[in-house]
Each structure stands twice: as C-alpha cells, then as structure tokens.
C-alpha cells in the first residue's frame, strides 16, 4: 500500500512561471489537505479538499493559488505568476472517508523561484 | 482562532540527559498530534493523543495530554543523538478538519 504520493519532490521555477504540484494520496482516501512551510517555520494549513469539491481554502493566498481534486486522477496545487516568496515546502497529507481520523503526509515538493 | 504555541523553540542537549517540550493550546480540540521532522524531510507521526490524561510512550519519549490545561508535553528519556529532528505538536480541529501545527522545536543532542 503506498502511501501519500508528491511529485515532483524538487521544483524549480523562475520568476512569473507557473507551478504545478501534484498529490496522489494514499488507496481508499478522499480527503487531501494542503499544506505549506516556508524555511525554519511550522506547517500552515492551505486547503481541504475532497473528491471534486473545495472543503475549506480559508489558508489559500487570494491570488495566483488554486487547487482542485478532480474525480479521477491527483490533488494538483496550483500557483501562476510564482514570486520568490512562495519558495515552500508544500506539503500533501490525506485521510480516509471517514471524519475524525489521522492524516498521512507524503514527501513534499520542494519548490525554488529563482 | 486556535493557536498552538511550543517552547522552547531550540534546544540543545547533552546525550544521557532529560528534557520536556511543552505544547499549549487556545482552545477545545478533538485531537493532538506529535510530529517528527528531519531536515529536508517530511513529517514522521509520533503520537496521537486522544483524551485527557492520555499518555503514550515509545522509546525514549513519552507524550501526554492535559485537555483542561490545553497542554501536552513530550518528554524526552536520557536523550541520544539519533533524537535530533525538529518536532512539533499539531492540533486538530474538526468541521472541517484542518491540523493547526506549532512553531516546532528544534532539538539537537550533543556527545
């Protein structure tokens, strides 16, 4: 069983590129969430999501940010027009249908604007 | 809004010795979690704590949970090298479900 999947581990983009970063998360588990980590910080919730649908974006930067999880296929996090301060850790965790239950994390992708 | 708030932010230990990281919180949760992270790396779940006075160990460190003070701590038994990470305390909050983390410790155990 795999776990939470991040692809890719490493991103480079350079200034105004578009970032795509993709979560597959673990067999059987509808729920990802988002989350992102700048250097020597904690992780900060982004978005939850669930199979076709937007839970919560209460984290997500109002601008140039989007995510979706579409039916068949990965989460993807989205950000257009990348500045240098959106260099992160970004972070996938997912859990299983039901409610109240723990979240696995994957790898991260680690994205540099240069 | 909730916050998680861990002390001390960095620590340096010598290898043998015992330490306690604290983990306040604001307000009612259904769950605290402990993270470990090396660096570079994702977050390895330690404990999940589920009530109040819940109290797990494994290893070297022990982890508890006061509800009615909004504290958990994790203890840490004669510490070793292989100990150094940074770790961190993360609150769950349901409807939606999101984890609000602390701002983490960093540990670092020295011969």
């Given at each position: 069983?795999?776990?939470?999947?991040?692809?890719?581990?490493?991103?480079?983009?350079?200034?105004?590129?578009?970032?795509?970063?993709?979560?597959?998360?673990?067999?059987?588990?509808?729920?990802?969430?988002?989350?992102?980590?700048?250097?020597?910080?904690?992780?900060?919730?982004?978005?939850?999501l669930?199979?076709?649908?937007?839970?919560?974006?209460?984290?997500?930067?109002?601008?140039?940010?989007?995510?979706?999880?579409?039916?068949?296929?990965?989460?993807?996090?989205?950000?257009?027009q990348?500045?240098?301060?959106?260099?992160?850790?970004?972070?996938?965790?997912?859990?299983?249908?039901?409610?109240?239950?723990?979240?696995?994390?994957?790898?991260?992708?680690?994205?540099?604007?240069? | 809004?909730l916050?998680?708030?861990?002390?001390?932010?960095?620590?340096?230990?010598?290898?043998?010795?015992?330490?306690?990281?604290?983990?306040?919180?604001?307000?009612?949760s259904?769950?605290?979690?402990w993270?470990?992270?090396?660096?570079?790396?994702?977050?390895?779940s330690?404990?999940?704590?589920?009530?109040?006075?819940a109290?797990?160990?494994?290893?070297?460190?022990?982890?508890?949970?006061?509800?009615?003070?909004?504290?958990?701590?994790?203890?840490?038994?004669?510490?070793?090298?292989?100990?150094?990470?940074?770790y961190?305390?993360?609150?769950?909050?349901?409807?939606?479900?999101?984890?609000?983390?602390?701002?983490?410790?960093?540990?670092?155990?020295?011969?």
């Amino acid at each position: 069983n795999a776990g939470v999947m991040q692809n890719p581990r490493h991103l480079v983009r350079r200034r105004g590129q578009e970032a795509r970063l993709r979560c597959s998360p673990m067999k059987g588990h509808s729920h990802v969430y988002w989350y992102r980590q700048l250097p020597e910080e904690g992780l900060k919730f982004m978005v939850y999501l669930q199979k076709e649908n937007i839970i919560d974006e209460s984290g997500m930067p109002k601008e140039r940010f989007s995510a979706e999880f579409p039916k068949e296929g990965p989460s993807i996090l989205r950000i257009q027009q990348v500045v240098r301060g959106d260099s992160a850790a970004y972070f996938c965790a997912s859990s299983p249908l039901a409610s109240n239950t723990e979240a696995f994390f994957g790898q991260g992708t680690r994205l540099t604007v240069v | 809004e909730l916050k998680v708030e861990q002390n001390p932010l960095f620590l340096s230990m010598q290898e043998g010795k015992n330490y306690t990281i604290y983990c306040n919180y604001s307000t009612t949760s259904d769950r605290l979690y402990w993270y470990r992270q090396d660096p570079g790396k994702s977050l390895e779940s330690l404990f999940v704590l589920l009530s109040n006075g819940a109290v797990k160990q494994e290893g070297r460190l022990m982890a508890s949970l006061d509800t009615k003070a909004r504290l958990s701590t994790l203890h840490i038994t004669a510490a070793v090298h292989d100990l150094s990470a940074t770790y961190f305390c993360a609150v769950d909050r349901s409807a939606p479900d999101k984890l609000i983390f602390g701002t983490g410790t960093r540990l670092q155990v020295f011969p």
